[in-house]
């Protein structure tokens, strides 16, 4: 079923990518214009994706399109969808991918209401530790959980719910605010721990390359992210980033005592926790 | 080629019982005798361990062995050894395969040195996050590192050192307290730090389990290890331990107060020194 009779998507990376070709492949949309910064990855796409229009310009990707699609790196996706809102056609409607939600969802949807375009802020949770086109798939979204924060305009939420819904997501809805505060958790400050543990490494590589095993490895896989996408995340999520990264130094410092202490039973409760509260995500 | 006419494995977990497999394929020992407390194990390793034989008495496994292989877990080591000492013959070698190593060589030493039993303390690093007999397997050794602490007796080492060679392992020489060191850095202290993260889900398990992606389980996938088995190993390499801890902690501190306080260059730095920490882990 056609959804949108055009697409555009703003910003070619890992997301973006792999939306065009998921897509292509769902016949839930007619055309889609595709705009990059980038003349190296507008060369990749024309190549990538054959029968998409990729763009120089943001104003002809948005031309006449149903639905748009912010994709770019989160600080950048305001400064991108003012210049979409140029070229909107009224009663189009335009969603976003970015990791935080409470930042983008204010200043998009004052951008875009002022064109008659109705915002519907999303957060397809389908990221890897490997950024850029080349490693876009049309399988990235399946199984995958999306975040769909409703706006006012109900035929709007509910069509761009449809699209994810129809790319094989588990769609879920909730307020910026509630997003920004469960990203922060699950997503975040993983991420930061992740960065923080890899750094260990950091002067002393050889005996990390001699003798560190998948455990070691496998926890500090996240921190092979790209630094500039990660940053902006943090900076515009920082009080409940913050607040989940200090609650988990003082977590290590209470073990770091306890240890010192020879705290047999802290420690063992503390290790039983982590694992049985582990064990319980499988379930 | 024979190294050892008899071997006797006490403790039969996943180490134990993964040396008593690959042992068995590689005729490097002519018999092997097998101990655990446990009579439910016992039953189990009697029918996984075709062709060895499995004690109820540590004294019967350790009769006229040429290698005693102590792999019960870290803190019962030494009261093991203890007891293995009493039946131990006069010229036998005994090594380990605990995971920290200052505590049990200078407990190990003493106790066998009085019955003229040369102790090689060895770290084999083939630990999995599951436990027990059941997980063993034979090439659990393959390319992995092994420390190896040297004693005075040299020929002991040398047969000690082959033996894990010869199961494919990567041998290195470290004392005992350069490997706690290390083991620290490169094992404990990860260990801690994905707990502490698992720890995050504790009361918010449904949030996790809708939302959580790979990113956090492959980050917390140790801390399902086995709690008494770590407690130990963190009981017994306490101060290495907790100086790493006290420095990530500091880092996640430093790292949430750049957050709040929006310095963009401090973020960035971190995480692109902590990428290409790791990236460099893999070249």
């Known amino acids: 079923m056609i959804l949108f009779g055009k697409v555009a ?9 792999s939306l065009a070709l998921a897509l292509k492949g769902s016949k839930m949309c007619g055309r889609i214009g595709m705009w990059s910064r980038s003349e190296a990855t507008r060369r990749a796409c024309a190549e990538k994706f054959r029968g998409c229009k990729v763009c120089a310009e943001i104003s002809e990707a948005v031309k006449d399109a149903d639905l748009i699609v912010l994709s770019s790196t989160v600080l950048s996706i305001p400064e991108v969808a003012k210049e979409a809102a140029k070229s909107a056609k009224q009663g189009a409607i ?13 200043k998009c949807s004052e951008i875009f209401s002022k064109k008659g375009v109705a915002f519907v802020p999303s957060h397809p949770m389908a990221g890897l530790e490997k950024s850029g086109v080349q490693f876009a798939k049309k399988d990235l979204f399946l199984n995958a959980a999306c975040f769909v924060c409703p706006s006012e305009n109900k035929s709007a939420t509910k069509a761009v719910a449809q699209m994810w819904e129809n790319l094989g997501m ?3 809805f909730k307020t910026p605010k509630e997003h920004d505060k469960i990203a922060a958790k699950i997503s975040h400050a993983p991420q930061c721990l992740s960065s923080a543990l890899a750094l260990l490494a950091d002067g002393d590589l050889d005996t990390f390359k001699n003798f560190a095993g998948n455990g070691f490895k ?5 921190a092979k992210s790209d630094p500039a996408m990660w940053r902006d995340i943090l ?3 920082p009080k409940n980033i913050s607040k989940n990264l200090d609650l988990i130094a003082k977590k290590l410092s209470g073990l770091s005592a306890a240890i010192k202490a020879s705290d047999k039973k802290y420690i063992e409760k503390f290790l039983s926790r982590a694992r049985e509260t582990r064990l319980n995500l499988e379930k």
């Open 9 to 17: 998507i703003l910003g070619t990376g890992l997301l973006g990518g």
């Open 94 to 106: 335009a969603t976003d991918v970015g990791s935080t939600k409470e930042l983008i969802a204010k």
């Open 170 to 172: 588990r769609v879920f």
């Open 218 to 222: 496998d926890t500090t896989r996240i």
């Open 235 to 237: 900076l515009s999520n």
